[in-house]
């Protein structure tokens, strides 16, 4: 996959810097708003407040989780809610998933991934389509995560690869960057294999 760029050892500045200089490149080339689709969990948002912290028209710029919990928003499960308490107060837009709503494209679709090959909440189990009709789903990932044990609403692979770039974060993990290595050799059909293998755009790994 001649589209993947592997980066490694970059600490959280550094990723927040290259997230950055992808939202200033959209920012500079369109005059409407510019959204990009972020993971929750707990590797992104040591990033999310990097982010936060440089200076630009945030006005402009709508986050949209890949994923979340089905639970209120004032809940500790909730990626919505705490997206919300970081990025509304310098000016973005946090937008709730809901499945009547249309996604955009993607100036950058951001994943983390788990140790089973899952991204979004399209884990295993669910067996995510690259021909899916639907933008987003509701489903239930089997086993359910035993920190989160919810019914998730979740992305679509169409709807996340509906992007000028795709960005993995997967934390400093031996156990996730030999279940990525291996996706991205074609050797396992997990939800990161047919990502990687649908992906044309761009494609930067953070391990």
């Known amino acids: 996959m001649d589209n993947v760029t592997l980066v490694e050892s970059a600490d959280v500045q550094a990723i927040a810097l ?9 920012l500079a080339n369109s005059s409407g708003p510019v959204a ?20 630009r028209d945030w006005s402009r710029v709508h986050f949209w989780p890949n994923d979340d919990r089905i639970v209120p928003e ?31 494209r993607f100036a950058l679709t951001w994943l983390g991934m788990g140790p089973d090959g899952h991204i979004a909440s399209l884990f295993p189990n669910t067996d995510p389509r690259l021909d899916d009709p639907q933008a987003l789903k509701r489903l239930t990932p089997d086993p359910l995560p035993e ?12 709807a996340l690869l509906a992007s000028e770039a795709i960005v993995l974060t997967l934390g400093r993990s031996s156990e996730k960057r030999a279940v990525f290595e291996a996706a991205r050799r074609g050797e396992n059909d997990l939800p990161i294999a047919r990502l990687l293998g649908a992906a044309r755009q761009p494609v930067t790994c953070f391990a």
Do not use: C, Y
């Not at 990009?36 to 200076?55: C, K, M, N, R, Y």
């Open 147 to 158: 920190h989160a044990p919810f019914d998730r609403i979740t992305l679509t692979l169409p």
């Open 36 to 55: 990009l689709t972020v993971p929750g969990g707990s590797t992104p948002f040591p990033i999310f407040a990097e982010l936060a912290d440089q200076e």
């Open 18 to 26: 290259w997230v950055g200089g992808r939202i200033d490149h959209a």
């Open 74 to 104: 004032d809940h500790e499960a909730s990626n919505t809610g705490k997206m919300r308490s970081l990025f509304e107060p310098i000016g973005a837009k946090v937008v709730a998933l809901e499945l009547d709503l249309t996604p955009p």
